[in-house]
């Protein structure tokens, strides 16, 4: 289950999330105004949700729509699989999404 949950998620692209939230944290470090630990990890904790949520809802979307069944996957387009390999995850896919 962790697996699947993990491709629908598309855990393996989450890192570009905390990139991009520690080059933040780093600007405003530089600038003067370093944040909080707590605001800090709340802010990467929303983020990460929000990466997810947009995945698995892409993942659930492209699936139910047939997308999935007529688009050949590369690395970085045409989903993960995951919901074609396991049909029956689609609902804890959008689960996910709306968690």
């Known amino acids: 289950m962790l697996k699947i949950l993990c491709g629908v998620a598309r855990a393996n692209f989450l890192t570009l999330t905390l990139v991009c939230i520690a080059l933040a944290a780093v600007a405003s470090w530089q600038a003067g105004h370093p ?6 990890a709340l802010v990467t ?4 949700a929000a990466h997810i949520s947009v995945n698995a809802f892409n993942e659930y979307f492209d699936f139910k729509s047939g997308l999935d ?3 050949e996957r590369t690395p970085f387009s045409g989903g993960s699989g995951t919901l074609v390999e396991n049909p029956h995850a689609s609902t804890m896919a959008l689960v996910l999404a709306l968690l």
């Open 69 to 71: 069944f007529l688009t």
């Open 35 to 40: 944040l909080q630990a707590g605001l800090a």
């Open 45 to 48: 904790l929303i983020g990460l």
